[in-house]
């Protein structure tokens, strides 16, 4: 079985500026390249998930979603680094729909196609429903303080709290007893 890295998108690998509606908004929170290249190197696949309600708003299409999506994994490509998947909910949350987080369908339809141990995973993220998400589907939840990451820590207490994304990485390599030698 696998093991995950579960990342959060807006305040957690891409600057949180509102409902993102254009892809000119994509802008990588710095170190979210490097930290998922080293997420790679200690062998764990990195899979995005998204609470996107921009669309059930009606405020983009899937179509702009899709776009904005990839503007976002060129960005990353740049950096010589890329997401193993991208899971998003669309929906508007008065759908009550069963993948907006911290409802844990995107989480578990991820386990299903890449066969990830959840037990072993990890949730990075700087919202109350990621934290959320993690401690019900029993992950370890790391709250980055980037994005709403400083009024979260007030309202939840995620297992660790780091400064940003790239603390996260360094964080697991300690928890998990490893060193990334970065060969470039
Ligand atoms: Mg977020
Ligand atoms: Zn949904």
């Not at 708003?57 to 950096?79: F, N, V, W």
């Not at 994304?165 to 928890?175: F, G, H, Q, T």
């Amino acid at each position: 079985m696998k093991r995950a890295i579960f990342i959060d998108r807006d305040g957690t690998i891409i600057k949180d500026k509102g409902y993102i509606t254009n892809v000119s908004f994509v802008k990588l929170i710095p170190g979210a390249a490097q930290a998922i290249n080293r997420f790679h190197s200690l062998g764990f696949i990195v899979v995005l998930v998204t609470n996107q309600s921009a669309v059930g708003r009606g405020y983009i299409t899937e179509d702009e979603l899709a776009k904005i999506h990839k503007t976002m994994e060129q960005l990353l490509s740049q950096e010589g680094s890329f997401l193993d998947a991208i899971y998003a909910c669309p929906h508007h949350p008065d759908e009550r729909c069963g993948c907006r987080k911290p409802e844990p369908g995107l989480i578990r339809k991820a386990c299903k196609d890449f066969n990830i141990n959840i037990a072993k995973s990890y949730i990075v993220g700087d919202q109350k429903a990621d934290v959320e998400l993690g401690k019900k589907e029993g992950m370890s939840s790391i709250l980055v303080l980037t994005g709403h990451g400083k009024d979260t820590v007030k309202e939840t207490s995620p297992d660790y709290v780091v400064n940003n994304i790239l603390e996260a990485e360094k964080l697991i390599e300690r928890i998990e007893g490893k060193d990334v030698v970065e060969n470039r």
